[in-house]
């Protein structure tokens, strides 16, 4: 059923069952309200950066930025671009999400590591398998700035080291050098820190020269080791934190999109959002940027205060003692209408929110629901293609607006987030615009919600209250 005849069925609808209905005389409010109207060059990659981001104006807040989009200082002074193909990076994606499964799959009500999280960094979900995106911080003493990758499903924070005694791929700023700082000290083999790795990576460490030696690697086989220390990091002007552990990588391997490393804001001990708790109290958020050409922010702490209208839903019970940040969602509304999903469809897989997975997973059952019913509400359109794992696609490019169902979930105690225009689609290009939703392979699957789905909403995490919360404008 297309939009076009919504107005109709729902007045014939409360005609047939009522005399007294409220859709009879608000057909075009009613379009409004379960639709959004977008503007097709609004989805389009643009090449000026749009810097105008809330990190200018929170407490303890750092700019967040796209890896390959105009923003990233990499890109402006190389006029670097992105070669990966779209079916590469949702090739990565599926495999950070297959790394996930494995990892949760075997720990079903138990403990859940978190290493395999990590497959890239934070950005718009462009390339290297998950999320893309990119925080700026400092090292050392004196300070040395460093583009980190953020990600939810990680725990250890690193970065690549002189003297690269294995080996380091190309980044932005030039590797940092521990010999160069003043604050820099390694951790013993003999230290109960060293042993604090096991639960932060999934690995033992090991021993070289009395050193502690961390291994830490990512479901699209990329890697880092190396000597674990503590250094000072320097996260604004006068949020400092001395004696920060970290990996100092010796060896490292993958695709990282020029970031040196990678910042861990999971929940275990050795995470930053742990180990900076006396400052932040375990709170954090942050806003992932509409585009690849726009900036959001990663706030640590309530940043001057939680907005009023940020809703917020507790942390499931089945991630106790996990890395990950785990949700409970009850429901998924399309285009205003709730769709007829069993509850017990989603207590059975339960849900993960991840900065770094870039497409949204459901049970399949969910998932068809929601294929099923947006198909409908997008009849008018022509198809396209499928692209990789995503199967529901649309050519645009005869259209200068295209009116789109809106899409929300629903969490426990009620909360609904309903999904920005820009979290609904990933477009390849305007002839292939996809649906950006897929289907775990089983219902038994756990669900994850993803960083497309989480653009421009403000999200915030209250680890220590056991709860996470959404508001729509987060960027803005």
């Not at 790394?99 to 890239?120: F, M, Q, V, W």
């Not at 769709?339 to 991840?354: M, N, V």
């Amino acid at each position: 059923m297309s939009f076009f005849f919504l107005g109709f069925v729902l007045s014939a609808v409360c005609i047939l069952f009522t005399s007294s209905c409220c859709y009879a005389e608000t057909t075009h409010d009613q379009l409004h309200e379960l639709t959004h109207t977008i503007q097709l060059t609004s989805l389009l990659p643009s090449t000026v950066c749009d810097s105008s981001s809330k990190a200018d104006e929170k407490k303890s807040a750092l700019k967040v930025v796209h890896k390959y989009g105009p923003c990233f200082q990499l890109n402006r002074d190389n006029k670097a671009k992105s070669t990966v193909s779209h079916e590469e990076i949702l090739r990565l994606d599926q495999s950070r999400v297959n790394s996930i499964h494995s990892r949760l799959s075997s720990s079903r009500g138990g403990d859940i590591k978190e290493t395999d999280a990590a497959n890239i960094p934070a950005k718009d979900g462009s390339m290297v398998g998950s999320g893309n995106y990119i925080v700026t911080v400092g090292f050392g003493t004196p300070k040395k700035d460093l583009s980190l990758i953020f990600d939810t499903g990680s725990d250890l924070t690193w970065t690549q080291c002189q003297p690269c005694l294995g080996y380091c791929y190309k980044q932005k700023e030039t590797v940092f050098d521990p010999k160069a700082s003043n604050s820099y000290t390694n951790i013993s083999c003999s230290s109960a820190l060293c042993n604090s790795l096991v639960s932060a990576t999934g690995n033992t460490p090991r021993c070289s020269s009395s050193t502690c030696v961390y291994g830490v690697q990512y479901g699209d086989n990329s890697f880092s080791a190396g000597y674990f220390g503590k250094e000072t990091l320097t996260l604004t002007p006068t949020d400092v934190f001395p004696n920060f552990l970290f990996g100092c990588g010796q060896k490292n391997q993958g695709l990282f999109g020029g970031a040196a490393g990678l910042i861990g804001l999971g929940r275990d001990p050795i995470s930053l959002v742990s180990q900076t708790a006396q400052k932040y109290n375990k709170i954090f958020s942050y806003c992932l940027p509409s585009s690849a050409s726009a900036t959001g922010h990663l706030t640590l702490g309530n940043g001057g205060g939680v907005s009023k209208s940020v809703k917020f839903t507790p942390l499931s019970t089945t991630s106790r003692g996990s890395s990950f940040y785990g949700l409970d969602v009850t429901g998924i509304t399309v285009g205003g209408k709730k769709l007829p999903i069993s509850a017990s469809i989603f207590s059975t897989s339960g849900t993960i929110i991840d900065s770094g997975t870039v497409i949204t997973r459901l049970p399949p059952t969910a998932y068809s629901s929601l294929k099923s019913t947006f198909r409908q509400l997008m009849s008018q359109y022509p198809t396209a293609p499928a692209l990789s794992i995503l199967d529901t696609c649309y050519d645009f490019s005869k259209y200068n607006t295209i009116k789109v169902p809106k899409i929300s979930f629903t969490f426990n105690g009620g909360t609904e987030v309903s999904f920005d225009a820009k979290g609904i689609f990933y477009v390849n290009t305007v002839t292939q615009v996809c649906l950006a939703f897929a289907p775990n392979g089983d219902d038994g699957d756990i669900a994850i919600f993803g960083n497309v789905q989480q653009k421009t909403l403000e999200v915030v995490y209250d680890v220590a209250g056991g709860r996470v919360g959404f508001a729509p404008g987060g960027c803005s």
